[in-house]
């Protein structure tokens, strides 16, 4: 899930950055008064938390506009490809993205830096979500728990009862199986067949001794 957040807001950027350089390569004769009188373009592209910024091929800024995205980018060469790096800027996560610009007059680069708000904004929604979720299980597993030790101990007061009452009723004494497949139903049951071989074991000797 992480990294599928990471991937959408480096598409998203993508998509900006190649809508800038479609808008530029359809001017003739490309100039750096161009792009500099492309800030409104570039503010009607930029989304919130974002900074885009366009520099000549000696690292100076020729146009720039920010949208809640404050962020001082230190000059650096002029990129040979596109390259996405990540930076932590005031304990602030962004993604810079950095792509040649190449026309038939002009040479530069495009810059954009993302504040990943929404990232983190989601990425705290799902920590909350799972510690919701593994709060909500844990109860539920005490909860069910205790049913089940309650049913266990339950039956087990019954299988001692009904022991109590043979020693003092006699052997005709057995116990109610519930309906319920498990392992203490399982030994009810035993029990009560072992009950019937020693009452049919001593109804013999009983017939035996009266002959």
């Known amino acids: 899930m992480k990294q599928w957040l990471l991937n959408e807001e480096e598409k998203a950027m993508k998509k900006t950055v190649e809508e800038i350089e479609t808008y530029y390569a359809e001017k003739r004769n ?7 009188q492309s800030k ?11 900074l885009i910024r366009v520099l000549d091929r000696k690292g100076n800024v020729v146009v720039s506009v920010s949208n809640g995205a404050s962020i001082s980018l230190s000059p650096s060469g002029a990129p040979k490809e596109l390259q996405m790096d990540y930076h932590f800027v005031n304990d602030e996560r962004f993604i810079i993205l950095r792509e040649p610009l190449h026309t038939s007059t002009l040479n530069g680069t495009i810059e954009i830096a993302r504040r990943l708000v929404k ?4 990425m705290n929604m799902l920590f909350f979500i799972m510690t919701v979720i593994g709060v909500v299980a844990m109860i539920m597993s005490a909860f069910i728990g205790r049913l089940v030790a309650q049913n266990f101990v339950g039956r087990l007061k019954t299988l001692t009862k009904t022991m109590m009452d043979i020693k003092n009723k006699g052997m005709k004494k057995r116990i109610d199986v519930p309906a319920s497949n498990d392992e203490m139903s399982e030994l009810m049951m035993m029990f009560n067949k072992m009950m019937d071989e020693i009452e049919r074991l001593f109804d013999q000797q009983k017939q035996f001794f009266n002959l």
Do not use: P
Request: no cysteine.
């Open 30 to 36: 490309l100039s750096w008064k161009d792009i500099r």
């Open 40 to 50: 409104q373009l570039l503010e009607e592209l930029n989304e919130k938390y974002q």
């Open 119 to 122: 990232f983190q904004q989601m």
